[in-house]
């Protein structure tokens, strides 16, 4: 069976991003707990980089200075 690709033709915010991965998580039925640890984790980083930036703004740069 061949894999399904998510792919989109337009740019997708932080925010819009996050929603999809959210909406990934609650299809492959992952508890209620897992997401919730999800969106914590999440946090600081859309308080560092914001939502409504691109997400394919974020680089190798982005994530070190995030890290520091």
């Known amino acids: ?3 399904i690709k998510m792919t989109t033709n ?3 915010t932080v925010r819009q991003a996050h929603e999809l991965f959210i909406r990934k ?3 492959k039925n992952l508890t209620d707990n897992t997401i919730e ?3 914590r984790k999440c946090l600081p980083f859309f308080e560092f980089y914001g939502t409504d930036n691109y997400i394919d703004g ?3 740069d982005t994530v070190d ?3 520091l």
């Open 37 to 39: 640890s999800y969106e």
């Open 10 to 12: 337009k740019q997708l």
């Open 1 to 3: 069976m061949e894999r």
């Open 25 to 27: 998580c609650r299809v």
């Open 58 to 60: 974020v680089s190798v």
């Open 65 to 67: 200075d995030y890290t």
